[in-house]
């Protein structure tokens, strides 16, 4: 039997770009190049990253060599529960700016391999 890759496979493959070790953008292109490039990026920078970026950020040692997909996947449903309320778009477009102007490298590298 064959798995099909949905968009919880996404998301997981794109929590990689957050962790706490070298980065397999090579993995995360092959699950990533199945979906519409457009559409990885809105993932990543309204549903991934707002829930990762702060390991990334963090000086403090305690940080992810993975994220728990229960946890990422919870948390991604409670931030589409919040997307169509007017306050929440607002904040959640002045984050989204914030992180592709923060995470514009790694984008870009994972952009290049889509």
Same mark, same amino acid.
């Given at each position: 039997?064959?798995? &099909?890759?949905?968009?919880?496979?996404?998301?997981?493959?794109?929590?990689?770009?957050?962790?706490?070790?070298?980065?397999?953008?090579?993995?995360?292109?092959?699950?990533?190049?199945?979906?519409? &490039?457009?559409?990885?990026?809105?993932?990543?920078?309204?549903?991934?990253?707002?829930?990762?970026?702060?390991?990334?950020? &963090?000086?403090?040692?305690?940080?992810?060599?993975?994220?728990?997909?229960?946890? !990422?996947?919870?948390?991604?449903?409670?931030?589409?529960? *919040?997307?169509?309320?007017?306050?929440?778009?607002?904040?959640?477009?002045? !984050?989204?700016?914030?992180? *592709?102007?923060?995470?514009?490298?790694?984008?870009? *590298? !994972?952009?290049?391999?889509?």
């Amino acid at each position: 039997m064959e798995h &099909t890759l949905n968009e919880e496979d996404l998301y997981v493959a794109l929590s990689d770009l957050f962790v706490d070790n070298e980065v397999d953008y090579n993995h995360i292109a092959s699950v990533a190049k199945l979906f519409p &490039t457009s559409y990885v990026e809105h993932a990543l920078f309204n549903y991934v990253a707002p829930y990762c970026y702060h390991n990334a950020l &963090t000086p403090v040692p305690s940080v992810y060599y993975f994220f728990d997909e229960d946890e !990422l996947l919870s948390a991604i449903d409670d931030i589409k529960k *919040k997307e169509n309320r007017s306050i929440n778009k607002i904040k959640m477009r002045i !984050l989204a700016f914030y992180l *592709k102007f923060r995470f514009k490298y790694a984008w870009q *590298k !994972l952009k290049s391999l889509l």
